[in-house]
DNA sequence: TTGTAAGCGTTATCAC
DNA sequence: GTGATAACGCTTACAA
């Protein structure tokens, strides 16, 4: 009795090929190639091991399988914050094409930090990932471009650029704001505010453009001081529209776009006792249940950030494929504006005060 | 030139432990010391090995780590889908514990299907991952059970419960849920609806005890016909506020206990004509910018989807420190009533219907 | 204090 | 066809 084993430690014993091999009375080398699927085994041996394996409940070591080289299937995902909807919706739309693929989708949040980007990047290059998605903060920091670079790691950008050329995909911003600012120009709308983030990449640089572009076409001179363009933020869309609305010359018309942005909108326009759209047009971006339900309800630019995620997974799932000799393309998700109530000609007042 | 190695392949050497002592002329033993933190290495010696490791840019291989048995330092998430905002805001609570504790946190969503949380918790068993965070879909599903055993990860649950006892973290739904009714019991309201999911769950069994103990206490009739627990869709909840009202006694107030329920009661209330709070009382759960800028604005049951994740993420690292004498306890994360806008006494008429 | 060597569980290359 | 056996890069006794 004295002798047994302590009866607290439950003898986990792992069972390894050997264990199958002698099981099914073949060698490691046999059982090997039958899970491998290669052809030279004997239908009678490979039925054997098969139900040895079975019988033990064997399956390989992922750990000692990586060690000998073999792929991870593990792909990493980095971006600021998975609470942003738009991120969770992406995640959602790459992973069920990964899990589809046979791989494992990791997911790490940045809090914008280029400093934990940098770390991330390492981390996933430690652990073999295979791939990376990547919704870089700042496209221009070189810190994290040089630890991009170093990881060697086949990568797909989400709703950013980077030169030199890193495959990505993203969803056509500049189409969808310069559609928006075309409707409300056409409403009769010379004073539009833009309220967005993003000075540091593609998403925002888009939307700036959009709204040059709309101008220009028209033939309308744009007032770059209702540009508010720094924060994606409700705290920030909060302030700056209490601000563009104190302005001698108030906007007629806002675009929020971004997705925390009409929660900070809505309040200040509310806190300053105007009323949409009568008062104040407003378009935000993405859809939400609050634009789609608030009193009255709001026009959005609106595009599939699960599309969005599922196009990024495909294409770093070609690439991968592909190896060395993949093309670092851009992928296009569109954009459309959805008419709601929240628009309309503005006042006679405004215009004359805007004249 | 013709002995040359082909100039396509970049020749990515691995440096290992034998590289990084060859440099530091010492042993590959010695290098291991040093990157363990063994106390048994002279400073000197140490300071060559370190200064080894910086100029080679070396660090040690994660599955060869792995193959000794050394920990993973990974954990799993399993839930249904990310895109419910409480969801990714425990995701987020938990993954920032990790990170912080050299964790890396891995999600994956089941859809709420039974069969892949198996599949995921078997794919989790063979990577080896340390721990386990879950909310598993139907408690008493007897594959999953029987998976979750078989794994021997430690786990932690939230906001489901399993018997034998599993660790779990959980929001109290049963005193906020019997609040609210007992808030609008005080208002005058006889007639109480409740939309909610959760009938194989913890939640929806805790928020059914809470109507039904403010009833109790308060000396009221439950009409169980007013209670619609079976989804927490918002399709579900729009059809089931249809039929509520058309009853012919509808409810006079109504309690909306899921995240995407309350952008289902909308539309249906206001296709029906009514008015928030004269005619229908409401209150939704969890807060979410629609309840905070509808008009009015809507009050709810509100907990900390964040805290909760961390809370969960703290209580398995306490399990995996532990090892086998860890208890398997519970954690409750409080719940408040926020009061808005959305809630009134019942219309007289109503009243009198309802006599 | 340090070097040597034995595994860990695979896969792949040999002979047989 | 199949069985030995040598890696793979690390940790950890055990020797020195």
Redesign the interface.
Known sequence: MASNPPA?SPA?VRVTVHDVARAAGVSIGTVSRVVNGAPTVKAEARERVNRAIAELGW?P????Q??RGVS?RMVGFIFS???N?LY??M??GA??VF?QNGY??????SDGDPEREMALID?FS???AEGLLFTVEQESHAGVRKSLAAA?IPTVLLERELSPAVAAVGADHYSGTRQAVEYLLGLGHRRIALLSGGRNNRVGRDRLRGVMDAHRAAGVTLDESLLRVESFSSDYAFRQTQLLLSLPQPPTALIAAGMHL??GV??AVRMKGLRIPQDLSLIASND???A????PSISVIRYDA?ALGREAALLLLHKLKAG?DAQEVRVEVPTELLIRESCAAPSNQAVIASA
Chains 1, 2 share one sequence.
């Open positions: 607290s986990i399956s070591s992922v750990a000692a990586a060690m991870t914050d998975i609470r909807p969770a919706a995640v959602k992973e069920d899990t494992l989708l990791v997911v790490a949040s981390l430690r652990r073999k060697r009409l929660s809505l309040p939400s249940p609050l789609q339900l608030a009193t699960y060395e």
